[in-house]
C-alpha cells in the first residue's frame, strides 16, 4: 500500500469515529502532559536551587567539619583559633580561612523597644569569612581582624533582619541586644532574595568577631572551617591540607576531619533532585501506558466493528501486511496526535506552575522529541496486536461475521 493511500485512509477512519478517537488521544495527551510537566519543572526548579546555592560564595570556596555523619560533633580542641593561622602559613593551595561558631535561634532586640526580639542565626567568624560567602555590603563594613582581636563589640546585619529591626533603615550605628548584650551595628549586607521563596529573604544572619561571640555564648567550640582556595583546581590540594595539619595538630582528637568543596556539594544536590525528578517522571510515565491501555482497547473494538470491511479489502487483494499496516497506522496516529495536544498542554502547564513558583520551565527539544517518540512506540506497541488480529483473518471467516 503507497503511504498516500495510506494516510488517506487512516484520516478517514479516524474522522468517521470523532468521538471516539478524541477521548482515546484524551488519554494519551494526558499521559504526554504529564511527562512534559514534571521534567520541565523539574529540571527548572534543579537550576534555580543550584543557581541560589551558588550566590552563596565562591566557586572555590571549601569546609572543613568532623564527620556528622559518624553522629561525631566538635569540641574544645577540634579546632584552634590557631589552626586558621598555621593552616594559612604551611599551605600554599589556600587563600582564605575562618573559623566559625555559630548559634541558632539567638534572640536579637532593638533597645527599649516594645516589639518582640527577632531570632536569627549568630555567626562569629573572622573577615575571611567574605571571601567565602556572598556578602555584598549595602552600608557600613565587614569588621576588621582588629576587631576580633580586640573582642569588639559590634555586629554586621543581614538586610533582611535589619530591615525587620529598623523599618526605617536607619540601622548603621545604631545599638541592638544580642540576647541582652549591647552591640554596635558597623555593617548591613544588600538584602537577599530568592526565586524559591519569592521575595522573602532566605535566613537572618548576624555576623560578628568570633572572639565576641564566644563570650557572649560561653563556648570556646569552634564549629567549621570555611576557606578559599587560590584556584579552583587547588580545591581538593587545599581541603587535603587542612585535614593533614589538623591531623598532625590534634593527634590524641576522637573525632575524624571531613572536608566538601562547593561543587561536591553541588553535586550531591544535582543527583538527588535528579533522582526525584526521575522517580515523578517514571509515576507520570504510568499515566501515558494507561492511555497506551486505552489505545489497545479501542483499536481491538475497531477490529470487531470493521471484520467485515477487512474481510472485503482481502477479497479485492489486500495483503496481510497491507491490513497489518493501517491499522498500526491508526493507532500510532492516534497516538501522534495525543502528543501534540500533551506537549501544548504540558508546556502550558509547566509555564504556568513555574510563573507562580517564580522560576523558568525548562523545556528542551530533546524533551519534546522524547515525548513524541515515547508516543510512537506506545502506539506502536499497543497497537500491535489488534493490528496483527486483524491481518490474522481469512477472507471468507470475516465476510461471515455479523
Known amino acids: 500500500m503507497k503511504a498516500a493511500d495510506l494516510i488517506r485512509l487512516t484520516g478517514e477512519n479516524l474522522l468517521a469515529h470523532r468521538l471516539r478517537a478524541i477521548l482515546t488521544t484524551l488519554g494519551i495527551a494526558i499521559g504526554i502532559a504529564a ?8 529540571q527548572g526548579g534543579e537550576a534555580v536551587l543550584l543557581s541560589e546555592i551558588e550566590k552563596l560564595g565562591s566557586s572555590r570556596s571549601f569546609n572543613i567539619s568532623v564527620d556528622w ?3 561525631e560533633a566538635p569540641t574544645v580542641d577540634t579546632f584552634k583559633l590557631e589552626d586558621v593561622a598555621i593552616i594559612k ?5 589556600v587563600d582564605k580561612l575562618a573559623p566559625v561558631t555559630s548559634g541558632m535561634m ?3 532586640r532593638r533597645p527599649q523597644s516594645q516589639a518582640k526580639p527577632v531570632l536569627s542565626q549568630l555567626i562569629g567568624t573572622t573577615p575571611d569569612l567574605t571571601a567565602v560567602m556572598n556578602l555584598p555590603l549595602a552600608s557600613g563594613r565587614f569588621f576588621s ?6 573582642h569588639s563589640r559590634v555586629v554586621v546585619l543581614d538586610g533582611a533582619l535589619a530591615e525587620m529591626l529598623f523599618p526605617k533603615g536607619d540601622a548603621l550605628g545604631k545599638k541592638v541586644f544580642i540576647q541582652d548584650v549591647p552591640a554596635t551595628v558597623i555593617g548591613v549586607t544588600e538584602k537577599q532574595t530568592s526565586q524559591l521563596l519569592g521575595a522573602m529573604s532566605m535566613n537572618r544572619y548576624a555576623f560578628a568577631p568570633i572572639t565576641f561571640v564566644q ?3 560561653n563556648t570556646r567550640v569552634i564549629h567549621e572551617l570555611d576557606g578559599v582556595a587560590v584556584t579552583d583546581e587547588a580545591v581538593p590540594q587545599a581541603i587535603a591540607d587542612c585535614i593533614k595539619i589538623l591531623e598532625k595538630r590534634h593527634p590524641g582528637t576522637s573525632v575524624h576531619y571531613t572536608g566538601m568543596s562547593m561543587k561536591e556539594g553541588l553535586a550531591l544536590i544535582e543527583k538527588a533532585t535528579g533522582v526525584m525528578t526521575l522517580i515523578i517522571g517514571a509515576v507520570a510515565a504510568i499515566a501515558l501506558l494507561v492511555g497506551g491501555v486505552g489505545v489497545m482497547n479501542i483499536m481491538l473494538v475497531a477490529v470487531t466493528e470493521r471484520t467485515r470491511e477487512i474481510g472485503l479489502l482481502m477479497a479485492v487483494g489486500a495483503r496481510r501486511r497491507d491490513i497489518l499496516q493501517q491499522f498500526l497506522a491508526e493507532a500510532v496516529a492516534l497516538c501522534l496526535v495525543g502528543g501534540f495536544f500533551g506537549v501544548l498542554l504540558g508546556a502550558g502547564g509547566a509555564w504556568a506552575i513555574a510563573h507562580f513558583a517564580k522560576w523558568p520551565p525548562l523545556i528542551s527539544v530533546w524533551t519534546v522529541l522524547l515525548a513524541f517518540g515515547f508516543a510512537s512506540f506506545v502506539g506502536l506497541v499497543f497497537g500491535l496486536y489488534p493490528a496483527s488480529r486483524a491481518a490474522s483473518f481469512s477472507p471468507a471467516e470475516a465476510l461471515r461475521y455479523h
Not at 511527562?35 to 523539574?42: D, L, Q, S, T
Not at 581582624?145 to 580586640?150: I, K, L, P
Open 215 to 217: 563570650e557572649l555564648l
Open 69 to 71: 555523619m559518624r553522629g
Open 89 to 93: 602559613e604551611l599551605s600554599p593551595a
Open 35 to 42: 511527562v512534559i510537566a514534571v521534567v520541565a519543572i523539574g
Open 106 to 108: 539567638i534572640a536579637i
Open 145 to 150: 581582624q582588629a576587631d576580633v582581636a580586640a
